[in-house]
C-alpha cells in the first residue's frame, strides 16, 4: 500500500513563494515516479509537474515552468515543489501522485497512487 501524504500548502500573497512535500508512509519511494497536480474549483485536474524515480528526468506544465521546481529526496522518502513568483491563478488544491512507470509522466491515468491534497490560495 502506497500512502501520500502531502503539507506546506497555505495562502500566500502574489509574488510570494510556497514549498510543498509530498511523503510516502510506510515505505521506500524511490523506486517511483511522482507527479504533482493541481484542481481549481469547477475545472479538471491537471499536470503540474513530475519527477523520474531517480530524479533524472522532470517536466514542467507550460503554465508553471521557470517558476516552480521538483525534486526528490529519495532518503527522506519525499519529493518537493517549490513554488515561486505566485499568481492568483495558481490557487488550487495540489495532489502529489505515484506510479511505476520510469518516465516523468504527465498523463493522470498513468498514476495509481494519489494524496488527499493540499490547499494553495493566492491573493492578489
Known amino acids: 500500500q502506497v500512502q501520500l501524504v502531502e503539507s506546506g500548502g497555505g495562502l500566500v500573497q502574489a509574488g510570494g513563494s510556497l514549498r510543498l512535500s509530498c511523503a510516502r508512509s510506510?515505505?521506500?519511494?524511490?523506486?517511483?515516479?511522482v507527479g504533482w497536480f493541481r484542481q481549481a474549483p469547477g475545472k479538471e485536474r491537471e499536470f503540474v509537474a513530475a519527477i523520474s524515480w531517480n530524479g533524472g528526468n522532470t517536466d514542467y506544465a507550460d503554465t508553471v515552468r521557470g517558476r516552480f521546481t521538483i525534486s526528490r529526496d529519495n532518503a527522506k522518502n519525499t519529493v518537493y515543489l517549490q513554488m515561486n513568483s505566485l499568481k492568483p491563478e495558481d490557487t488550487a488544491v495540489y495532489y502529489c501522485?505515484?506510479?511505476?512507470?520510469?518516465?516523468?509522466?504527465?498523463?493522470?491515468?498513468?498514476?495509481?497512487?494519489w494524496g488527499q491534497g493540499t490547499q494553495v490560495t493566492v491573493s492578489a
Open positions: 510506510g515505505g521506500i519511494f524511490s523506486s517511483y515516479t
Open positions: 501522485a505515484a506510479t511505476r512507470t520510469l518516465s516523468a509522466t504527465t498523463k493522470t491515468y498513468d498514476y495509481d497512487y
